[in-house]
């Protein structure tokens, strides 16, 4: 079992940057994969970046490459997700999720087990 607690959320101006990160419990957190998603009012969720269990692959939604950066520490069971240049259009719900290592399929949020409560994020313009 893992649990998983975002924080960093706010209110940010357009082109403003925030840092979310996402605590995890437990001592598999290495093994895992890690994912970021977002849910807009009225929206699907929206896949926004992924990290490999070891740190070595990252992958990024269309919509924020170039901006956001993903990383990880597994010493401190924590993921980061650094938003630079953000948009209003990036305003959504961010939530953290977490699968044992896969290898493929990051962006697919049927196969992440383990998600967090969420942590609004709002850029106004």
């Known amino acids: 079992q893992v649990q998983l607690v975002e924080s960093g959320g706010g209110l940010v101006q357009a082109g403003g940057s925030l840092r979310l990160s996402c605590a995890a419990s437990?001592?598999?957190?290495?093994?895992?994969?890690m994912g970021w998603f977002r849910q807009a009012p009225g929206k699907e969720r929206e896949f926004v970046v992924a990290i490999s269990w070891s740190g070595s692959s990252t992958y990024y939604g269309d919509s924020v490459k170039g901006r956001f950066t993903i990383s990880r520490d597994n010493a401190k069971n924590t993921v980061y997700l650094q938003m630079n240049s953000l948009k209003p259009e990036d305003t959504a719900v961010y939530y953290c999720?977490?699968?044992?290592?896969?290898?493929?399929?990051?962006?697919?949020?049927?196969?992440?087990?383990?998600w967090g409560q969420g942590t609004q994020v709002t850029v106004s313009s």
């Open positions: 437990g001592r598999t957190f290495r093994t895992y994969d």
């Open positions: 999720a977490a699968r044992p290592a896969t290898g493929w399929g990051y962006d697919l949020s049927n196969s992440y087990r383990y």
